[in-house]
T-cell receptor, first 118, second 115 residues
Framework: DSGVTQTPKHLITATGQRVTLRCSPRSGDLSVYWYQQSLDQGLQFLIQYYNGEERAKGNILERFSAQQFPDLHSELNLSSLELGDSALYFC?????????????????FGPGTRLLVL | AQKITQTQPGMFVQEKEAVTLDCTYDTSDPSYGLFWYKQPSSGEMIFLIYQGSYDQQNATEGRYSLNFQKARKSANLVISASQLGDSAMYFCAMREGNTGNQFYFGTGTSLTVIP
């Protein structure tokens, strides 16, 4: 158990709908990262938050958004869902912001949310 | 160019034997970290081992060791005494010092341990 929690574990929804994925980082971790893992694209970095502020953006679609709350939990919102959004969505956490001084920090992953869009 | 390359889509190993999973990386940053994760069929990503670019010795964690060859930019994972529970996908990842926010992942290697 990494200490990172994600809910729900599974989500089935229809095209055009909107869903919210939730993540709680490990105790003491201030950074949260979101990843998408699909069969054809592998593991893709979406976005990072550090202590409530957006820190880095990866291949995140405009239909997707995220935020980190004062209690450090994070939510990933996916809207206008398409079939191609079906994937495993991971949240990971680490202590620091991921700057030059913290590049060696390990990211610990949650169990993932498996999203199926029908 | 790919930051992380894993050239072995699938590997088989006999139980109790050792196996090496290849990983090469591409960076011009002198400060970087290399990580290996295991993803069993249940889906979770499990951290296995870390190697820093300035580390003088190869990292080891139990049955896992990292064969770090800096000049060749390779960071191969060695699993000794393979067990059936080692069957999983294995991902190599890198984090650079100047863009430390992002982890770059390889495409993974599927390892099957044969009884």
């Amino acid at each position: 158990d990494s200490g990172v929690t994600q809910t729900p574990k599974h989500l089935i929804t229809a095209t055009g709908q909107r869903v919210t994925l939730r993540c709680s980082p490990r105790s003491g971790d201030l950074s949260v990262y979101w990843y998408q893992q699909s069969l054809d694209q592998g593991l893709q970095f979406l976005i990072q938050y550090y202590n409530g502020e957006e820190r880095a953006k990866g291949n995140i679609l405009e239909r997707f958004s995220a935020q980190q709350f004062p209690d450090l939990h994070s939510e990933l919102n996916l809207s206008s869902l398409e079939l191609g959004d079906s994937a495993l969505y991971f949240c990971a956490s680490s202590v620091g912001p991921g700057t030059r001084s913290t590049f060696q920090e390990t990211q610990y992953f949650g169990p993932g949310t498996r999203l199926l869009v029908l | 160019a790919q930051k992380i390359t894993q050239t072995q889509p699938g590997m088989f190993v006999q139980e109790k034997e050792a196996v090496t999973l290849d990983c090469t990386y591409d960076t011009s940053d002198p400060s970087y970290g290399l990580f290996w994760y295991k993803q069993p069929s249940s889906g979770e990503m499990i951290f296995l081992i870390y190697q820093g670019s300035y580390d003088q010795q190869n990292a080891t964690e139990g049955r896992y060791s990292l064969n770090f060859q800096k000049a060749r930019k390779s960071a191969n994972l060695v699993i000794s005494a393979s067990q059936l529970g080692d069957s999983a996908m294995y991902f190599c990842a890198m984090r650079e010092g100047n863009t430390g926010n992002q982890f770059y992942f390889g495409t993974g290697t599927s390892l099957t341990v044969i009884p």
